[in-house]
């Protein structure tokens, strides 16, 4: 049996990926509702829809590739190929989110909206790494099963 950290974690991705679906899918009526309380939401309502509709896409996408790779880590099977690209589609995805967040740069600037574009850069930059790294250990894991 699988330790309880990663049981939660696959249900925890599990949940994050599903109420992100729920998020993206009633994103224009909580961008509306919001706008009554905030002025921000309520002037730049398509603006927002689109920039945090493709976002939230993307995230999702994020989510996708890592419960994708978070299966092989239950199969005790991670160095695989198929989580490379995983890693890979995962860095631009991260890039893409902080591409579409430095559009609302040129609709309200806010500390917030810098940190998001930090944080996903460097999410991007980390996969890239990462993906670099599961590429070699793949390699030479399939090295050692040849001379086995």
């Given at each position: 049996?699988k330790?309880?950290l990663?049981?939660?974690?696959?249900?925890?991705?599990?949940?994050?990926?599903?109420?992100?679906?729920?998020?993206?899918?009633?994103?224009?009526?909580?961008?509306?509702?919001?706008?009554?309380?905030?002025?921000?939401?309520?002037?730049?309502?398509?603006?927002?829809?689109?920039?945090?509709?493709?976002?939230?896409i993307?995230?999702?996408?994020?989510l996708?590739?890592?419960?994708?790779?978070?299966?092989?880590?239950?199969?005790d099977?991670?160095?695989?190929?198929?989580n490379?690209?995983?890693?890979?589609?995962?860095?631009?995805?991260?890039?893409?989110?902080?591409?579409?967040?430095?559009?609302?740069?040129?609709?309200?600037?806010?500390?917030?909206?810098?940190?998001?574009i930090?944080?996903?850069?460097?999410?991007?930059?980390?996969?890239?790494v990462?993906?670099?790294?599961?590429?070699?250990?793949?390699?030479?894991?399939?090295?050692?099963?040849?001379?086995?």
């Amino acid at each position: 049996m699988k330790d309880k950290l990663t049981i939660f974690t696959k249900y925890l991705l599990d949940l994050m990926f599903y109420a992100g679906i729920i998020v993206i899918a009633t994103l224009p009526l909580s961008i509306k509702f919001y706008g009554r309380y905030n002025k921000y939401f309520a002037e730049n309502y398509y603006s927002l829809c689109v920039i945090l509709f493709l976002s939230g896409i993307f995230a999702v996408l994020i989510l996708q590739q890592l419960r994708k790779m978070f299966r092989s880590v239950l199969n005790d099977d991670c160095f695989i190929r198929e989580n490379v690209v995983s890693l890979e589609k995962m860095s631009i995805y991260s890039f893409f989110i902080a591409v579409i967040t430095a559009c609302r740069l040129f609709i309200y600037l806010t500390p917030a909206v810098m940190i998001i574009i930090l944080v996903f850069v460097i999410a991007g930059l980390f996969s890239k790494v990462l993906a670099q790294v599961f590429d070699k250990a793949v390699t030479y894991k399939l090295e050692n099963d040849l001379t086995i």
